[in-house]
T-cell receptor
């Protein structure tokens, strides 16, 4: 059974619309992350949260907003979608920070913006 | 900004052969290195980690780390077609709150 659940697995969105990607982890971890992977760029760090507080943000655009309603939830809201946002978005979690702790990834949400 | 560089970009090895992958970090504060494997259409999964200078072996996989040069390498002996995947190197400095990944090495093991 997957321990990190991402929804939806696939979605197609229209340019200018807004979508929310859902992530729940059942590993008991206290740190959660969002990464993005596209054909043009390698696995790219976006956000990290620890105990529901933002630890790091490498996303320049405010169109990407993480939302943590519970310790084991970290959703990603994307507004004003652009074709360049097309990518697979991976949620990950770890027990503590990445300093010595392994990151575990969900299966990803593949977003296509048309 | 910290960068992780991997080489080669792609690699083809015969079944039963040895695959050697390289990775270097540009950040001297890096303390921890990981190797992840990502099969096509799947998520990355941790393969091996190394935090100390030297060598670590797990089955057919061996990882080396030279902290002075911030270089790590992954060696896969007796390569199998199921080893065909994207291999991602990642590094994390001790005080940072993210794992930085390289661009990956695409390995193809051909019968």
């Amino acid at each position: 059974d997957p321990k990190i659940i991402q929804k939806p697995k696939y979605l197609v969105a229209v340019t200018g619309s807004e979508k929310i990607l859902i992530c729940e982890q059942y590993l008991g971890h206290n740190a959660m992350y969002w990464y993005r992977q596209s054909a043009k760029k390698p696995l790219e760090f976006m956000f990290s949260y620890s105990y529901q507080k933002l630890m790091d943000n490498q996303t320049a655009s405010s169109r990407f907003q993480p939302q943590s309603s519970k310790k084991n939830h970290l959703d990603l809201q994307i507004t004003a979608l652009k074709p360049d946002d097309s990518a697979t978005y991976f949620c990950a979690s770890s027990q503590g920070t990445p300093s010595g702790n392994t990151l575990y990834f969900g299966e990803g949400s593949r977003l296509i913006v048309v | 900004q910290q960068k992780v560089q991997q080489s080669p970009e792609s690699l083809i090895v015969p079944e039963g052969g040895m695959a050697s992958l390289n990775c270097t970090s540009s950040d001297r504060n890096v303390d921890y290195f990981w190797w992840y494997r990502q099969h096509s259409g799947k998520s990355p999964k941790m393969l091996m980690s190394i935090f100390s200078n030297g060598e670590k072996e797990e089955g057919r996989f061996t990882v080396h780390l030279n902290k002075a040069s911030l270089h790590t390498s992954l060696h896969i002996r007796d390569s199998q077609p199921s080893d065909s995947a994207l291999y991602l190197c990642a590094a994390s400095p001790p005080s940072f709150s993210k794992l930085v990944f390289g661009q990956g090495t695409s390995l193809s093991v051909v019968p």
